[in-house]
DNA sequence: CGCATTTGACCCGCGC
DNA sequence: GCGCGGGTCAAATGCG
């Protein structure tokens, strides 16, 4: 049916960094240096090792931080591309004729704000669907029984409400990370599929992601071993084209057979450079959009 | 006791 | 001008 959605979320930033993400911290406890503790390591060769750690784990957070932008740079460049192909398309997306304030402008990382949801486009025959300034996240929900939807950052929920065009009710967050940041955030189920939450961002964080840094453990000093750049967005895009693209991501899943770091570090880049570099996966990824945006059209 | 969440009331824009 | 509906406020409530 409508599960057309999946399709559109490529896994950009969030699946590339995920398991980046999980593997890196984890690497510190179970090898060697920690294991020795039994053995009355000395105080001094036991900071040492850590510094060392400490320093390996700068670099590949330095390294993490790269593939980071890097894939945003491509990222930004597909969503030009999907705009040119809005631009040319007869219907006019951008018309927002609801806008109750002037929004600011959205520099989150999510999807392009084209898809014409469900939510909004099927009931009636509004034409003013599309706010352009914002942007739509959809998220599977089979296991949170509430409207929650973990990003990263920290919210407060200021409201809910149910709304005519969804049974479902509608509840409204701010970002409590920075009392200045403007950020709102819409969370709903979906009408069709209530397995599916739609989170809606407005605005455009003013501060530096949480990271969840906290939320891992509270280990005192931050090691600096969390990526200290770009919205970790943990959502749960997927996508349900392992054709084009997908192929190289899953050999991530197969870390068991990585022993060293440095081996695992060394392949996720690869992998990493040789999806932004390839050709074949920008243009997937511009079909993939291009193809949900018209799908969701003809609805 | 402090903080986050809940929830009803209120505000405001839009359509008729 | 009025009613409707979405969005926000703020007092009440619950929880750690």
């Known amino acids: 049916m409508n599960t057309s959605w999946v399709d559109t979320s490529l896994d950009l930033s969030p699946s590339s960094a ?22 009355k390591l000395s105080v ?36 030009s591309q999907v705009m040119d192909l809005m631009s040319k398309n007869p219907e006019k997306e951008l018309s927002p004729s609801k806008k109750r304030k002037s ?25 003013e669907v599309i706010k352009a300034k914002v942007t739509r996240v959809y998220v599977r929900a089979e296991t949170s029984d509430g409207l929650i939807v973990k990003d990263g950052y920290q919210w407060r929920k200021y409201g809910q409400k149910v709304t005519r ?27 069709d599929d209530q397995s599916v939450m739609v989170a809606t ?41 392992p054709s084009d693209g997908g192929e190289a991501r899953k050999c991530s899943s197969s870390k068991a057979e990585m022993d060293s770091p440095q081996a695992r570090q060394h392949l996720v880049e690869q992998m990493a450079t040789s999806l932004t570099r390839d050709p074949k996966f920008t243009a997937a990824l511009a079909a993939a959009i291009s193809g949900r945006m018209f799908s969701a059209k003809s609805n």
């Open 103 to 127: 929004e600011t402008n959205f520099g989150i990382v999510g999807n392009s704000d084209s898809s014409s949801t469900d939510e909004d486009s099927c009931k009636k025959p509004r034409e």
């Open 165 to 191: 065009d969804n049974p479902s009710p509608r509840a409204y967050f701010k970002c409590s990370f920075a009392p200045s940041c403007p950020v709102k955030k819409k969370v709903q189920r979906s009408a």
């Open 201 to 241: 961002y407005e605005g455009e964080h003013n501060h530096l992601p949480p990271s969840q840094t906290e939320s891992t453990s509270g280990s005192s000093h931050g090691s600096a071993s969390l990526n200290p750049s770009g919205p970790t967005m943990s959502l749960g895009l997927r996508k349900s084209k």
């Open 18 to 39: 995920r398991p980046l993400r999980l593997e890196t911290p984890k690497k510190e406890q179970p090898n060697g240096n920690l294991i020795v503790f039994g053995k």
């Open 44 to 79: 001094k060769e036991e900071s040492g090792d850590l510094v060392e750690e400490l320093s390996r784990v700068n670099a590949e957070n330095k390294k993490l931080t790269e593939m980071l932008a890097a894939m945003c740079e491509s990222y930004n460049a597909l969503q």
